[in-house]
T-cell receptor, first 114, second 109 residues
Framework: DTGVSQDPRHKITKRGQNVTFRCDPI?????LYWYRQTLGQGPEFLTY????????KSRLLSDRFSAERPKGSFSTLEIQRTEQGDSAMYLC????????????FGPGTRLTVL | QQPVQSPQAVILREGEDAVINCSSSKALYSVHWYRQKHGEAPVFLMI?????EQMRHEKISASFNEKKQQSSLYLTASQLSYSGTYFCGAGQGAQKLVFGQGTRLTINP
């Protein structure tokens, strides 16, 4: 399978704990995106990388959220001191970054904060 | 600003046609259409570029009216597999997508 992969697929944590998610993009894609989706809504943009550079962060991304893409390949999204409002599906997408910029999504990580 | 999709929900019988609209108040560089089934990730259907042609994916086609900043998705002779929630994503520049709230499509036999 050469699509976008995410790990873990599901995460249940207690409020106040830290969690980290991983995304492996399609290998030749240099752009990587993180989105968050809550029930009944479309995905909301969080941040994106071109290679290892983080080029944009949404205002939705509070100080508790941090994302990295250290070698321009896989990326991690960490949430510190989780809150119940962080419960959502976290989606990763990647693209070649050329005209049109088709983005292909991974299966997502569903986070439940108790 | 989030694009607006209409209708919010559609119920069809297999074989019927449907149109889903997506409107933006901001200038669009591109419009991306996705279908998402319950509990799964959005699946890319097609992209329409400013100045580009109408696109087609199987029996699904889409158009992009640049003057109106509007895109429409046309589902012809719908199949049970078309059920799901359809999202349009507005490309504002060649970067992030801003998604609409979705249109839930139910196809009944």
């Amino acid at each position: 399978d050469t699509g976008v992969s995410q790990d873990p697929r599901h995460k249940i944590t207690k409020r106040g704990q830290n969690v980290t998610f991983r995304c492996d993009p399609i290998s030749e894609h240099n752009r990587l995106y993180w989105y968050r989706q809550t029930l009944g809504q479309g995905p909301e943009f969080l941040t994106y990388f071109q290679n290892e550079a983080q080029l944009e962060k949404s205002r939705l991304l509070s100080d508790r959220f941090s994302a990295e893409r250290p070698k321009g390949s896989f990326s991690t999204l960490e949430i510190q001191r989780t809150e119940q409002g962080d419960s959502a599906m976290y989606l990763c997408a990647s693209s070649k970054g050329i005209l049109g910029n088709e983005q292909f999504f991974g299966p997502g990580t569903r986070l439940t904060v108790l | 600003q989030q694009p607006v999709q209409s209708p919010q929900a559609v119920i069809l019988r297999e074989g019927e046609d449907a149109v889903i609209n997506c409107s933006s108040s901001k200038a669009l560089y591109s419009v991306h259409w996705y279908r998402q089934k319950h509990g799964e990730a959005p699946v890319f259907l097609m992209i329409l570029l400013k100045g580009g042609e109408q696109m087609r994916h199987e029996k699904i086609s889409a158009s992009f009216n640049e003057k109106k900043q509007q895109s429409s998705l046309y589902l012809t002779a719908s199949q049970l597999s078309y059920s799901g929630t359809y999202f349009c994503g507005a490309g504002q520049g060649a970067q992030k997508l801003v998604f609409g709230q979705g249109t839930r499509l139910t196809i009944n036999p």
